[in-house]
């Protein structure tokens, strides 16, 4: 569960954008969308190796 502790003198708005950040960082919303839509195994394997084309293909970070 995500939550935030809003400060004293702190905005509301500041807050709900500090909470978006932490929510959308957490990756609920990608997990509820991938338990929520059904993929076909023979789609997921195509996604699963174009996923791993591109990362072959992107040089790695320092």
Same mark, same amino acid.
């Given at each position: 569960?995500?939550g =935030? ?8 708005d500041k807050a709900?954008k500090?909470?978006? #950040?932490?929510?959308? +960082?957490s990756g =609920?919303?990608?997990?509820f969308?991938k ?9 997921? #394997?195509?996604m699963d +190796?174009?996923k791993?084309i591109?990362r ?5 970070q320092e």
């Open positions: 569960m995500v =935030i502790q809003v400060g004293e003198n702190e905005s509301i709900l500090r909470f978006k #950040k932490k929510y959308e +960082r =609920i919303l990608k997990e969308k338990r929520t839509a059904y993929i076909k195994p023979s789609v997921q #394997k195509r +190796r174009l791993a591109r072959a293909q992107t040089p790695p």
